[in-house]
């Protein structure tokens, strides 16, 4: 993606963190010609060999997987908060803009086997089970439940490339405390959140 030498982050460690608290993303390849995507998690998790990948699995109603290559590059999407910024909280006269935090991740495809896909499974479950009031285990499912495993397509990404966009009005040094003061007064979650990543920044 298009990335201004100012919005760049290559703190791949901050990038990493927030793709494992931000792991619903938009997994994109090539269908009949046309760009498909499919919302669904992709977990950040090291392979045998201690390197990055990203595992997921689809449904196998959805056509994309018949469509993965292991020679085909993929991309990752993954979106954080995002707020519209208002001009009128420069002090000089310029268009409004919007900011965001959002990571491109770029990586070769692998089909895992049945079991390797369970495994991602329990692995996803145990992740966000742990937060809840009475949390559930695929241990306690039924066999009928778990069969539901074989209508899934299971897979890991090689990652080849990340990049991240970071932009929170690096240009308006002069402008920060009031755009995160007003960002603090609005209603919605993003706006709330941008003006948090920007006080952790710039205060």
């Known amino acids: 993606m298009y990335i201004p030498n100012h919005y760049k982050n290559e703190n791949l460690e901050e ?3 927030f793709v494992q608290q931000n792991s619903f993303g938009i997994l994109i390849n090539i269908v009949d010609q046309k760009p498909w ?16 990948v990203l595992i997921g699995h689809i449904a196998k109603a959805n056509p ?10 993929v991309l990752c999407i993954f979106n954080g908060p995002h707020s519209y910024v208002s001009s009128s909280w420069y002090r000089e006269e310029e268009v409004p803009t919007w900011n965001y935090i959002a990571v ?7 089909i895992l086997s049945e079991e390797e896909t369970l495994q991602s499974m329990y692995r996803l479950v145990d992740k966000y089970e742990k937060v809840a009031k009475n949390p559930i285990s695929l241990d306690d499912m039924s066999p009928k439940t778990m069969r539901q495993v074989k209508g899934v397509v299971g897979f890991s990404i090689q990652i080849s490339d990340i990049q991240a966009t970071y932009k929170l009005s690096q240009t308006r040094k002069e402008d920060h405390a009031t755009i995160i003061s007003e ?7 993003g706006s709330k959140a941008i003006a948090q990543e920007m006080k952790n920044r710039y205060e």
Do not use: C, M, R
């Open 15 to 17: 990038v990493k963190d």
């Open 37 to 52: 995507g499919t919302h669904i998690p992709l977990e950040l998790e090291k392979d045998i060999e201690g390197n990055d």
């Open 64 to 73: 994309q997987w018949k469509n993965f290559s292991e020679n085909a590059e």
């Open 104 to 110: 491109h991740i770029y990586g070769k495809l692998k």
């Open 183 to 189: 960002l603090q007064e609005q209603k919605d979650a």
